[in-house]
């Protein structure tokens, strides 16, 4: 059970041996964590072990790999998306297999060094003419931070030994956007029409997959021509995107279900649409010719369209749901205006030398 004391939030549990627990948590969030993970460890007969490490007799400065994975289970589970989880899991299994012996307090910014070039060095050990990319890397680093960061939250660490650690220069990729022409043809060439309708939406609303999988009907303001994006987004912020006449006409082609609110539903579950058809997905872009496009284009396109319109930076980051206003940045050459300036000017210094 969870309680309120003069002390504060309270978590009180009896184990099997009918000794009790009773540990002091700074919210209902962990409260409701640490609960779940004494009532897993009596199923699965690991309870005294949970006993002794919240009973203060286990060491008090863990290995790290001891402490990934009470950050996993306090920390990342009951707060993240378990997508970032996921994510979060598979940095932790580089970082135990290269530092899980180090107890927390014996880690320095001199093995952060360390563990770069160990990460770097192990597929070249396989296969000497490639390397692993400073993006992997640097998703190992932040998870790594996140890991000290919850460690002085639980006061275990006084701070973070990777505060202001830089990570490792990223190659920049080249951000490919689909046509005008390009999006069109594509919904033209998708048969299945629930798919065919979240092709459209995407490519109007710059809506992430997962975003426009949610939606429900009364999130959908057509009169308004409005459509509420909810706090389960990616940034956990609710924000709101204006609809589009193709938009519009798109969202009343598609068919209600009475005891369903969402708006995609799939065709044979009759239930919301959890993931993308990936079949009816490959063979529309194989029939309009676009088999390299990736369902996350659709988002660039429509977050590009906005910028060429002349739509100011600060109000695309609030539509596209950007955290970071140097995420919008990347859209920023899209914007024609400047460029053509540049190009008269240009111009009209050669007109004068000449």
């Known amino acids: 059970m969870i309680y309120e004391s003069q002390r504060g939030l309270t978590v009180s549990k009896y184990w099997p041996d009918k000794t009790r627990i009773r540990k002091q948590v700074?919210?209902?969030?962990?409260?409701?964590?640490?609960?779940?993970?004494?009532?897993?460890?009596?199923?699965?007969?690991?309870?005294?072990?949970l006993r002794a490490e919240l009973s203060g007799a286990v060491q008090a400065d863990p290995t790290i790999a001891q402490f990934s994975e009470r950050f996993l289970a306090d920390y990342a589970k009951p707060r993240l998306r378990a997508s970032t989880v996921a994510r979060y899991a598979l940095s932790i299994k580089n970082i135990?297999?290269?530092?899980?012996?180090?107890?927390?307090g014996e880690f320095t910014r001199r093995e952060a060094h360390e563990f770069v070039e160990h990460r770097k060095a192990e597929l070249s050990q396989k296969h000497p003419d490639q390397q692993i990319a400073n993006a992997t890397v640097n998703r190992d680093l932040a998870c790594l931070k996140k890991v000290f960061n919850y460690a002085v939250e639980v006061e275990i660490l006084e701070g973070n030994p990777l505060s202001r650690?830089?990570?490792l220069r990223e190659q920049q990729v080249e951000m490919h956007v689909p046509t005008t022409e390009q999006?069109?043809?594509?919904?033209?060439?998708?048969?299945?029409?629930?798919?065919?309708s979240v092709v459209v939406l995407l490519s109007e609303t710059g809506l992430r997959r997962a975003e426009?999988?949610?939606?429900?009907?009364?999130?959908?303001d057509l009169q308004n021509r409005?459509?509420?994006?909810?706090?389960?987004?990616?940034s956990y912020k609710v924000r709101y995107v204006p609809l589009s006449l193709r938009a519009i006409e798109c969202l009343r082609g598609i068919v209600r279900h009475i005891n369903n609110p969402a708006v995609f539903i799939g065709l044979r579950t009759q239930h919301e649409?959890?993931?993308?058809p990936e079949r009816q997905w490959r063979k529309g872009r194989a029939l309009a010719g676009l088999d390299e496009q990736t369902i996350h284009g659709l988002r660039h396109y429509r977050i590009s369209e906005w910028v060429r319109a002349g739509i100011d930076l600060?109000?695309?980051q609030q539509l596209a749901g950007h955290a970071d206003i140097k995420t919008t940045m990347r859209y920023a050459h899209f914007a024609a205006s400047s460029y053509d300036r540049v190009r008269q000017l240009m111009d009209e210094a050669a007109a004068v030398s000449a």
Do not use: Y
């Open 212 to 220: 426009v999988l949610r939606l429900a009907w009364p999130h959908v």
């Open 183 to 196: 999006v069109v043809r594509l919904a033209e060439s998708i048969e299945d029409p629930t798919l065919r």
């Open 314 to 316: 600060r109000t695309v």
């Open 96 to 104: 135990v297999r290269h530092l899980g012996n180090l107890r927390l």
């Open 273 to 276: 649409m959890k993931r993308i």
């Open 165 to 167: 650690f830089k990570l």
């Open 226 to 234: 409005m459509l509420t994006v909810t706090g389960q987004t990616k």
């Open 26 to 49: 700074p919210n209902r969030t962990s409260a409701k964590a640490l609960l779940t993970r004494i009532e897993a460890s009596i199923l699965d007969g690991t309870w005294r072990d």
